[in-house]
């Protein structure tokens, strides 16, 4: 197997210039990267990066664990976390939680034990204290929250604005009219759906309407959830005219709810929803949405990751980064629009 002197030689370079192409901390010349790549690719060498986290005490690997691998919005988000995880050569493994604190806690133990860098979280729904979240943090391991943030623990964050984005969304629905707006939200435990739920009743008492505690219902951001609580507000003798469902995989459980009942969207029921499908011109009506920009979640997330991993960030508060959400206006709350106003 070749070794990095022999790499060196190949390409006529020393061996910290290969080594700076390997590692991508010091800045090469175009020409010399090329001759190095070059030889690197005809002798088939491949970094050990397990003795070298031996001397560096690094292992260039980052843990990511989402809430649920079936939910259309984490894959764009873990896309543009692994983009800049590999454009930096590090590698980003991903796991699974399944909005299961059990199953987050094993997890992490696992990360601990392999020695990665870095963890990107989307934290698990729960009611106690997140103490396995504190023990990382306190290891000395840089952990970034991303879409959720956990109770009580001052942490790196990646988030949206959950809130004005939900307030929008209610407000667009109130033009036109509706003044029974249902909304199904994700668990209370989470600090997403009480973002959401709090931009619903804000917008709500803006217009001088009532909340009303019927019209609210508590979901699981599951499928299952969507279409029961669906239903349920849908059979109701005085049902909303309009609902809101606070994530994308909800969503769909609502639209077979609507069919099973045989209703029209939008006029029987108006729906809106938090979070965009990357499929959503698969279904009809095209669904009024707040999107979030997941890839680019994914992206700041292990950027500031990085900062605090290689000691670029120095503040000993945490860093939060809290994007923007984008109301798009489509065809479930107005009906027929051109093609061109559903992007």
């Given at each position: 197997?070749?070794?990095?002197?022999e790499?060196?030689?190949?390409a006529n370079?020393?061996?910290?210039?290969?080594?700076n192409?390997?590692?991508?901390?010091?800045r090469?010349?175009p020409?010399l990267r090329?001759?190095?790549?070059?030889?690197?690719?005809e002798?088939?060498?491949?970094?050990?990066?397990v003795?070298?986290?031996?001397?560096?005490?690094?292992t260039?690997?980052?843990g990511?664990?989402?809430?649920?691998?079936t939910n259309p919005?984490?894959?764009?988000?873990v896309r543009?976390?692994?983009?800049?995880a590999?454009?930096?050569?590090?590698?980003?493994?991903?796991?699974?939680?399944?909005?299961?604190?059990?199953?987050?806690?094993?997890?992490?133990t696992?990360?601990?034990?392999?020695?990665?860098?870095g963890?990107?979280?989307?934290?698990?729904p729960?009611?106690?204290?997140?103490?396995?979240?504190?023990?990382?943090?306190?290891?000395?391991i840089?952990?970034?929250?991303?879409?959720?943030?956990?109770a009580?623990?001052?942490?790196?964050s990646?988030?949206?604005?959950?809130?004005?984005?939900?307030?929008?969304?209610?407000?667009h629905?109130l033009s036109?009219g509706?003044?029974?707006?249902?909304?199904?939200?994700?668990?209370?435990?989470?600090q997403?759906?009480?973002?959401?739920?709090?931009?619903?009743?804000a917008?709500?008492?803006?217009?001088?309407?009532?909340?009303?505690?019927?019209?609210?219902?508590?979901?699981d951001?599951?499928?299952?959830g969507?279409?029961?609580?669906?239903?349920?507000?849908?059979e109701?003798?005085?049902?909303?005219?309009?609902?809101f469902?606070?994530?994308?995989?909800?969503a769909?459980?609502?639209?077979?709810?609507?069919?099973?009942l045989?209703?029209?969207?939008?006029?029987?029921?108006?729906?809106?929803i938090?979070?965009?499908?990357?499929?959503?011109?698969?279904?009809r009506?095209?669904?009024?949405?707040v999107?979030?920009p997941?890839y680019?979640?994914?992206?700041?997330?292990?950027?500031?990751?990085?900062?605090?991993?290689e000691g670029?960030?120095?503040?000993?508060?945490?860093?939060?980064?809290?994007?923007?959400?984008?109301?798009?206006?489509?065809?479930?709350?107005?009906?027929?629009i051109k093609?061109?106003q559903t992007?």
């Open positions: 197997m070749a070794t990095i002197r790499i060196a030689r190949r370079v020393s061996v910290a210039t290969v080594s192409v390997i590692n991508g901390g010091v090469v010349s020409k090329q001759r190095v790549e070059a030889a690197i690719k002798m088939d060498y491949h970094p050990n990066y003795a070298r986290s031996l001397k560096t005490n690094r260039r690997l980052i990511m664990v989402i809430s649920d691998i919005f984490f894959p764009q988000l543009g976390a692994e983009e800049v590999l454009t930096n050569n590090y590698l980003l493994i991903t796991f699974n939680s399944d909005d299961r604190v059990d199953r987050e806690k094993r997890i992490l696992v990360l601990r034990n392999r020695r990665v860098d963890i990107l979280l989307v934290v698990a729960q009611s106690g204290e997140p103490t396995h979240i504190a023990n990382v943090v306190r290891a000395g840089p952990v970034v929250c991303v879409d959720r943030l956990p009580g623990i001052p942490v790196d990646v988030t949206v604005d959950n809130t004005g984005g939900a307030r929008e969304c209610i407000e629905l036109l509706h003044k029974r707006v249902a909304i199904v939200t994700g668990p209370c435990a989470l997403t759906s009480r973002e959401r739920l709090a931009g619903y009743k917008a709500l008492a803006a217009a001088g309407l009532p909340i009303d505690p019927s019209l609210i219902r508590e979901g951001f599951r499928v299952e969507g279409y029961k609580l669906g239903r349920e507000l849908l109701r003798p005085d049902r909303p005219t309009a609902l469902v606070s994530n994308n995989t909800m769909l459980g609502l639209l077979k709810a609507v069919e099973d045989r209703l029209r969207c939008p006029e029987d029921i108006a729906i809106a938090f979070d965009d499908l990357p499929f959503l011109f698969a279904f009506p095209h669904l009024t949405a999107s979030q997941a680019e979640i994914g992206q700041k997330a292990v950027e500031l990751l990085l900062r605090r991993i670029r960030e120095q503040s000993g508060e945490p860093v939060s980064i809290r994007l923007k959400t984008e109301l798009k206006i489509r065809e479930s709350t107005v009906g027929e093609a061109w992007s």
